[in-house]
């Protein structure tokens, strides 16, 4: 089944500890991209990669690191977590976006930062 | 600036009763819009791709309309299973990435 595979999907976790949300996806797609979504702000994004080794800041970078070894994943890192990262992620993917594809998102993974 | 805005924030509907959701944008250059729905607790599910003003698709209670400002979604006779939030994002020429708005809160009531 063709999907987009984020884990885990709760985290709790303190202020200052480092944490990695994993993204996978199965499509051979050469665009992923993660969100956060807030209430009244909807989604907004953190970061895109265009290709392997090709990442590119988003609307709202400030505290997020990415990855683009390989083609099928794009893990999320936060280094040192604060409250106002508290919110729903999501990852999500596409093929080549010149042909205005639409995104194939993941389920999501709910992120407490305390 | 890019930006997409939704109205209503939230609807309530008979079932049964028709209605329209609006997703106005700004954007430098459009490349698509589209509309996605969104159930609690899971990630956005694609519908429609919309390209240029005055084109339109269907996909059994929805249709979606497009032109040079807005979109609508209309809902034809709605059903309870059609509650959800529909999401509008737009991708414009310049740049590789979307802009979403912030969705309309769509509850059909039996």
């Known amino acids: 089944e063709a999907q987009v595979t984020q884990n885990p999907r709760y985290l709790i976790t303190v202020t200052g500890k480092k944490l990695t949300v994993t993204c996978s996806q199965n499509m051979n797609h050469e665009y992923m991209s993660w969100y956060r979504q807030d209430p009244g702000l909807g989604l907004r994004q953190i970061y895109y990669?265009?290709?392997?080794?090709?990442?590119d800041k988003g609307d709202v970078p400030e505290g997020y690191k990415v990855s683009r070894k390989e083609k099928r994943n794009f893990p999320l890192i936060l280094e040192s977590p604060s409250p106002n990262q508290t919110s729903l992620y999501f990852c999500?993917?596409?093929?080549?976006?010149?042909?205005?594809?639409?995104?194939?998102f993941g389920n999501g993974t709910r992120l407490t930062v305390t | 600036e890019d930006q997409v805005t939704q109205s209503p924030e939230a609807l309530r509907l008979q079932e049964g009763e028709s209605s329209s959701l609006n997703c106005s944008y700004t954007?430098?250059?459009?490349?698509?819009l589209f509309w996605y729905r969104q159930d609690p607790g899971k990630g956005p599910e694609f519908l429609f791709t919309?390209?240029?003003a005055g084109e339109e698709k269907e996909k059994e209670r929805l249709k979606a309309t497009l032109t040079k400002k807005e979109s609508f979604l209309h809902i034809t006779a709605p059903k309870p299973e059609d509650s959800a939030t529909y999401l509008c994002?737009?991708?414009?020429?310049?740049?590789?990435?979307?802009?979403f708005g912030t969705g309309t809160s769509l509850t059909v009531i039996p």
């Open positions: 999500a993917s596409s093929p080549l976006l010149e042909y205005n594809s639409p995104l194939h």
């Open positions: 990669s265009m290709n392997v080794e090709v990442t």
């Open positions: 954007v430098s250059g459009l490349r698509g």
């Open positions: 919309l390209y240029s």
């Open positions: 994002a737009v991708q414009a020429e310049t740049g590789n990435q979307f802009y």
